[in-house]
């Protein structure tokens, strides 16, 4: 089983920055692709940032410039630096992993979220 914990959310004024961080822990072999979600209010879910594991990265063109997707595998977590935050930024922000589990068994796992406000 695994598990992924996200924290760094918080209110920020527009023009601010928030740095993301979602931990995975448990029985992890090895950890894929992981990517960064998210949800406003009465919208679907959205991705908003892409990492290989491998280190190639690609972003929703909404925040291409803005935001930045890193990882550190020795730690298995996954970041999000998001800069010049806008009030359209605002959501519940999920982190989504594929992990394998032990060898030749990989899951999709979630994040439980963060919430993320821009005040403009």
């Known amino acids: 089983q695994v598990q992924l914990v996200e924290s760094g959310g918080g209110l920020v004024q527009a023009g601010g920055s928030l740095r993301l961080s979602c931990a995975a822990s448990?029985?992890?072999?090895?950890?894929?692709?992981m990517d960064w979600y998210r949800q406003g209010a009465g919208q679907q879910r959205e991705l908003v940032a892409h990492i290989t594991s491998g280190g190639s990265t690609d972003y929703a063109y909404s925040v291409k410039g803005r935001f930045t997707i890193s990882r550190d595998n020795a730690k298995n977590t996954v970041y999000l630096q998001m800069n010049s935050l806008k009030s359209e930024d605002t959501a519940v922000y999920y982190c989504n992993a594929f992990i394998e589990v032990r060898p030749g068994i990989t899951v999709g796992s979630w994040g439980q979220g963060t919430q993320v406000t821009v005040s403009s």
């Open positions: 448990g029985s992890i072999f090895r950890i894929h692709d």
